[in-house]
């Protein structure tokens, strides 16, 4: 049985590295031989991260500061690296933020962050890399988005909004860019057992007073969050593959399959399923 795809000269830039998914993206990039750029708003986790792997996977990787919702810095990034390396083979859009409560508690400025870095942070990666790759006739973009891009997620609205843009962008771009050679995927996962499913709303902005505890109201209601390190092979194997759609786990891709066959009557239920979950996760 043939092991892992190998990325052995590829470079690769994967956003929101420092934690969670892209620290996992990145550590498996890595063991299979890939160069790897960590970037993460947190400059001294990323670093710590790109530090640790070092010294575990014998890669070839650094981590560096960087906000996604700021153009400048991610054209100079990605600048950067081509600079240093000859090419880019890789770009994983995958920095976000959660928000999670009810629509009529946000503010305006709630709902501008979760577009800055969801949406406006992945607009910001394509327009830094795609004609890197098209120069290059080759390359591969994959961004983030979510189950809660596929389907309704009440309770946090705004955060299904950016992660359906994405996936909209994901797949129309993806049309366009097979004839320069660049591919494009889209990663939905399901609940991944991360730190954002402990940090609630960005600390800076209003409190929200009807955030649910999200960890205890998904492990209830969908079961035991999905490792990140398992979702990032499942995205690997989905690259290697050149898939359209990286669904995972199980749970997301029932989920996703029900809404298919059914969307009225998957909505008509929605706010009762919803209610349980919300009862169960306050108990």
């Not at 991944?192 to 209003?206: A, E, S, V």
């Not at 505890?213 to 050149?242: H, K």
Request: one cysteine or more; charged letters at 20%; proline letters at 6%.
């Amino acid at each position: 049985m043939a092991g892992p795809t190998r990325f052995d000269g590829q470079v690769a830039v994967v956003t929101g590295a420092a934690s969670g998914i892209g620290r996992a993206l990145s550590t498996a990039l890595a063991r299979r031989g890939a160069t790897v750029v960590l970037a993460d708003i947190d400059e001294a986790g990323v670093k710590a991260a790109a530090d640790e792997l070092a010294t575990t996977a014998e890669a070839r990787v650094s981590g560096t500061a960087l906000d996604v919702a700021d153009a400048a810095a991610f054209s100079e990034l990605v600048g950067r690296t081509v600079a240093d390396h000859g090419h880019l083979d890789l770009l994983f859009n995958n920095a976000g933020v959660s928000m999670a409560g009810d629509v009529a508690d946000f503010s305006l400025a709630h709902w501008n962050r979760v577009i800055d870095v969801n949406l406006r942070g992945v607009v910001h990666g394509v327009a830094a890399a795609y004609p890197v790759m098209i120069a290059q006739g080759r390359g591969h973009i994959v961004n983030t988005a979510s189950l809660a891009g596929l389907i309704p997620a009440p309770v946090l609205t705004p955060y299904a909004m950016t992660k359906h843009a994405v996936v909209g962008l994901s797949t129309s771009l993806r049309m366009e860019a097979a004839a320069h050679g660049v591919r494009v995927s889209v990663v939905c996962p399901g609940v991944i057992d991360t730190p954002i499913l402990d940090k609630g709303n960005p600390p800076d902005l209003p409190p929200v007073a009807s955030l649910p505890e999200g960890r205890r109201m998904l492990t209830r209601s969908i079961g035991q969050p999905y490792p990140p390190a398992s979702l990032a092979d499942d995205v690997l194997a989905g690259v290697a593959r050149n898939r359209a759609f990286v669904v995972a786990p199980r749970h997301a891709r029932v989920a996703w399959a029900a809404y298919r066959i059914s969307p009225e009557f998957f909505v008509r239920i929605g706010p009762a399923v919803l209610r349980r979950a919300l009862r169960s996760a306050r108990r």
